[in-house]
């Protein structure tokens, strides 16, 4: 069953909208929370940082629930209204690399971006796969790394179904235990020294990726890191505000916020019968 876009007055509005690691096609694709930010939300530019589409679980099952339609919609209709919409694949949908410098129904399709800010600074957007050792020298550890995560997700949404019995909030399983494996925080930190240095190198003032599934603002020897996170565990968005001010947006603490108003959005994946 689609789900009709929300009316909510006024949107709150940015003048840049960072998101990536979105997974449609998936079942741990946080279809709900993403609908609920984009219908509330608005933006002169909007960034989709890779992985929006799982092309790799696409491959092994089809999984396409109308939820993942209504996403797609919602995107295609900010851009026909006038924002910018920018799509940089990322390895999960890198099949829609080939088809850089092109424009499908007003998104631009990207490898990388340079992006100014209000404040004028200059920040490399990119996913960030190319930074990862474990995509760059065992591409098959990867996908045994994948299927692991797709258990975890599924497990995932079984204890948020709990959860929202009791009338717990979300949370978020895969972020908890990432910051109890020692070996997990070392990757992340080496991932991010990493993608600043390469930034620095490149003569920008900052960069914007996904990939990790890690939000998180860090500044690296004068060069800003910033990671706008995912939509499938922690469901985040960067946003950039009219001064430039950047900020990291955690939506199920917005939805939490806004209860009781809302009943309707929970952190379980919405899928058609």
């Not at 968005?237 to 430039?244: K, M, Y």
């Not at 009943?263 to 919405?270: A, K, L």
Request: charged share 25%; aromatic share 10%.
């Amino acid at each position: 069953m689609a789900i009709p876009e929300t009316v909510v007055g006024e949107r709150q509005r940015y003048r840049t909208i960072w998101i990536s690691d979105v997974h449609l096609g998936t079942k741990g694709c946080n279809a709900g929370m993403l609908i609920d930010f984009l219908d509330h939300t608005d933006s002169e530019t909007m960034y989709l940082v890779g992985d929006i589409i799982d092309g790799w679980r696409l491959k092994k099952k089809v999984f396409w629930p109308v939820s993942h339609n209504d996403i797609v919609w919602r995107i295609l209709k900010r851009a026909r209204r006038g924002t910018r919409v920018v799509y940089i694949p990322g390895n999960h949908d890198e099949i829609v690399r080939q088809f850089a410098g092109m424009n499908f129904g007003g998104v631009e399709i990207a490898r990388a971006a340079v992006h100014t800010t209000a404040d004028d600074r200059r920040l490399l957007v990119l996913h960030g796969d190319e930074f990862d050792t474990v995509m760059l020298a065992h591409r098959w550890l990867a996908f045994v790394g994948d299927a692991l995560y797709e258990f975890m997700m599924r497990l995932n949404g079984l204890v948020n179904r709990v959860r929202k019995t009791f009338d717990l909030p979300y949370w978020s399983l895969s972020k908890a235990a990432k910051h109890k494996v020692k070996n997990a925080v070392e990757f992340i930190s080496k991932y991010e020294e990493l993608v600043a240095r390469a930034a620095a190198e490149r003569g920008v003032d900052g960069v914007v990726c996904g990939h990790i599934h890690t939000a998180e603002i860090r500044t690296f020897d004068g060069i800003e890191y910033y990671n706008d996170g995912d939509w499938v565990e922690g469901c985040n968005a960067l946003v950039e505000h009219f001064d430039g001010r950047m900020e990291l947006l955690h939506w199920p603490e917005v939805i939490a916020a806004r209860k009781p108003a809302s009943s309707d959005v929970d952190g379980t994946v919405r899928e058609a019968a």
